[in-house]
């Protein structure tokens, strides 16, 4: 099995990154990287107050902010 890794998987030494690589039978190369986990940004999340009901006619104000603040986020 260890045949199977070297001829398919290795490391970019600067970027420490897993990448293979094939070639088609017409012989175009290519190339994949492996996704890493660390790539995405963390998004954090506000929360919704203890007493906020989405329902409720009096809490409509509060959801249409929290809808308006996500959207500028994005």
């Not at 001829?7 to 030494?13: A, G, L, N, S």
């Not at 094939?22 to 998004?43: A, C, H, N, Q, V």
């Amino acid at each position: 099995m260890r045949w199977i890794q070297n001829r398919y998987w290795w490391v970019i030494p600067d970027t420490n990154r897993f990448t293979a690589a094939w070639r088609e039978k017409s012989g175009k190369r290519y190339t994949l990287f492996l996704f890493r986990m660390s790539d995405l940004p963390i998004r954090r999340h506000v929360r919704i107050k203890g007493n906020a009901n989405p329902y409720s006619p009096s809490c409509q104000d509060y959801f249409t902010q929290r809808v308006a603040m996500k959207a500028v986020k994005v």
